[in-house]
């Protein structure tokens, strides 16, 4: 009778391992699907602020244009220092890196623009993280300078 109790304990504590293996399976596969939901919703969230602060740059108001201007360069600063931080991962941090880029090249690329983000930094401070994007992704960012003065030339 011991050896039918020793068998069946060890059928259960096999039975035991399958269950928790499988348990573990599927609590790594609902952190995978909640990364996956969280890097969605922070791609849909820098998408609709950027277009928010586009749009508010493109509303002829006297004066507000330059408040517009400062607060999409907050964005960018915002969203740098994500990318800067390592808080972005994946396909999101790609795409939103990509527009970083030709934002800065934009900026780089017209004159007025880039006078605008000159007079706009007032201490060693002032945008620090959309700097370091700036040295970080200084290839990519040339790149969409190039490419924005080559589309220009196009269309002119």
Request: charged share 25%.
């Amino acid at each position: 009778m011991t050896d039918g109790w020793t068998i069946l304990g060890s059928v259960g504590e096999f039975v035991g391992g399958i269950a928790s293996a499988t348990g573990l399976f599927f609590i790594g596969y609902q952190i995978r699907q909640s990364r996956k939901d969280s890097e969605l919703k922070s791609l849909v969230d820098f998408l609709e602020q950027m277009t928010r602060a586009e749009d508010r740059l493109q509303q002829p108001n006297a004066g507000g244009n330059q408040q517009a201007y400062f607060e999409f360069l907050n964005l960018l600063e915002t969203y740098s220092g994500a990318i800067n931080s390592g808080l972005v991962s994946g396909k999101s941090k790609e795409m939103i890196v990509d527009k970083l880029c030709s934002c800065v090249a934009e900026i780089e690329n017209i004159k007025e623009l880039h006078k605008s983000f000159e007079t706009a930094v007032t201490s060693s401070n002032t945008f620090a993280e959309l700097v370091k994007f700036n040295e970080r992704h200084r290839v990519m960012i040339s790149q969409k300078f190039h490419e924005a003065l080559n589309s220009r030339r196009i269309v002119s």
